[in-house]
Structures are given as structure tokens and as C-alpha cells.
């Protein structure tokens, strides 16, 4: 019988908080079941294993993120859009930072279609329709702005950033400043 409380949006809520304090790696039913006072098999009548954990983790905070983006890029175009769009993942990754890692966890093709995967997709083809991209450049331009804004905060959590001058504020804006006049000089359709 389940313990009164303990549900699967519980347990997924609680791996997410979890995942923010020790890490989205150390995050484990193990660890959640300790917190929550019970045995770990008590846990798998809610999620699976720790595959399954994982991927409730990395699906709620896909959809927390859309949710944040959106909010972030509603009535704007342009840069104005793109620096929206780029302080919501850097702001988002900065205060969840397990949470961020999860928003990368592999997911099979059933859960990515379920996810809000296609939302971030989605958001990142509406902000370049303000540069009127054509394709093939509009989908190179999803990719380069989903690297740089994932390979830029992942860099500044570890600290890459902190050894030198500039501070790493100046350098984010700076390479806002140069994706958008690189977005601007791409074939438009």
C-alpha cells in the first residue's frame, strides 16, 4: 500500500528540488526514499527505477522551462526576443542547476513526444522569425542558439568563467550581441 502523500508528482517534485541541492547524477530513488522515511521499494509502486525518476525529473523541468521561456518571450521580436529567450535558460539554469541537467537527460521517443521538447523547438522558431531565416538556416540557427546558451551555462556552473577579466555578465552580453548580428546577415526566406 502506498504511504498516504506519496504520489508520483510528489516523488518527481521532490527529485527536482533534490537534483537542484546534491545534483541531477546523485539523484536516486535510493536517496529520495531516505528523505521521504521509507524503504526504496515503497517508491516503485510511483516510478519504475531510477531511469523512469530520472525522466519525470527531465520532463517536469522541460515543461517548467517552456513555461518560464514563454512567459520571458511573450510580445517581442527580434533581439529583444533572443536576449529574452537567452536569460530565461541562463536565469532557469543558474537557480536549478540539477534541474538545467535534466533538461539534457536522453529521453526515449515515446517520453520526448509526450515532453515539451517541441515547445522549446517551437519557441526557438518563433523568436528567428524575427530574422526572417530561411531553411535549411532556421533550423542551424535552432541548433547554434541550443548549444551556445547550453554550452555558455553549463561552462559558467562549473566556474569556467571566474578566472579572468572580463566578468562573465559582459562576455553573456557580448555574445547576445554578436548572435544577433550574425542572425541578421543569414539568408532570409
Do not use: C
Not at 20 to 34: H, K, M, Q, S, Y
Not at 39 to 54: C, E, G, I, P, Q
Not at 64 to 74: I, K, M, N, R
Not at 151 to 162: C, Q
Request: hydrophobic share 40%; aromatic share 8%; no cysteine.
Amino acid at each position: 500500500m502506498a504511504r498516504v502523500g506519496l504520489t508520483t508528482g510528489t516523488l518527481i517534485r521532490a527529485g527536482a528540488e533534490t537534483a537542484d541541492e546534491i545534483g541531477f547524477e546523485r539523484t536516486t530513488p535510493t536517496e529520495l526514499a531516505r528523505r521521504f522515511g521509507v524503504r526504496t521499494a515503497s517508491l516503485y509502486s510511483h516510478v519504475r527505477n531510477a531511469h523512469d525518476l530520472k525522466t519525470g525529473i527531465a520532463l517536469f523541468a522541460l515543461e517548467e522551462l517552456a513555461d518560464l521561456v514563454s512567459d520571458a518571450v511573450a510580445g517581442r521580436s527580434g533581439k529583444d526576443a533572443l536576449t529574452a529567450f537567452a536569460n530565461a535558460y541562463r536565469d532557469y539554469a543558474r537557480r536549478h542547476p540539477g534541474r538545467f541537467t535534466a533538461t539534457q537527460f536522453p529521453l526515449d521517443a515515446e517520453a520526448a513526444a509526450a515532453g515539451a521538447g517541441a515547445r522549446h523547438a517551437q519557441m526557438s522558431r518563433a523568436v528567428l522569425r524575427g530574422y526572417g531565416l530561411a531553411e535549411p538556416h532556421q533550423t542551424h540557427a535552432v541548433r547554434l542558439l541550443g548549444s551556445v546558451f547550453t554550452g555558455y551555462v553549463t561552462l559558467e556552473s562549473v566556474g569556467g568563467f571566474s578566472h579572468s577579466a572580463p566578468d562573465s555578465q559582459e562576455s553573456w552580453t557580448e555574445i547576445l550581441n554578436g548572435l544577433d548580428a550574425l542572425l541578421r546577415t543569414w539568408p532570409t526566406g
